[in-house]
């Protein structure tokens, strides 16, 4: 990956360039939060199972195959994995009703406190990093990310807005 520009021109941006620092800004995210979700490890999640949470709240009764496309593993892998959410409660596995040799998953309340949990012990870990940034820049960056939300959401229902709301 090409290593960004500090330049603050306003020049015009090719759907490329925007799509590397997207991901360039979602891989440098991650890495500061990781640290802090290994260290509190909410409920004993690894980040796997936090990712399949996280869908699941936006995406309730999903097929195991969606959860695995979203995480990023195998269909064993994430049947293990959320054989082990089932087994703690924290996902439930449902009969679809219209076949009942399919199963949905589902959030469940404890999933979705421990999602809350996790999610804001990544708020914590980033917000330091804003505090030194002037109301009106963080206005912007608010913004910014509100209107970026939909392209990245496609696809995909967004997350509950009760599901780790928090107003800072």
Known sequence: MRKPSNSRSTSTRSPGQVA??????????????????????????TLSQLR??????????????????????????????????????????????????????????AGNRALCAALAVAQAALAPRFAALAPRERALIARTLARLRPFVTRGRSPRSPAVGARSN
């Open 20 to 45: 590397e620092a997207v991901v360039e800004l979602t891989l440098l995210v991650t890495h500061l939060v990781t640290p802090a979700l290994r260290r509190s490890r909410p409920k004993h999640l």
């Open 52 to 109: 399949a949470l996280d869908f699941l709240a936006g995406n309730p009764d999903a097929a195991l195959s969606a959860v695995a496309d979203y995480v990023g593993l195998a269909l064993p892998s994430t049947s293990a994995l959320v054989d082990g959410l089932v087994r703690r409660g924290l996902v439930a596995r449902l009969d679809a009703p219209e076949d009942r040799r399919r199963l949905q998953l589902r959030l469940t309340g």
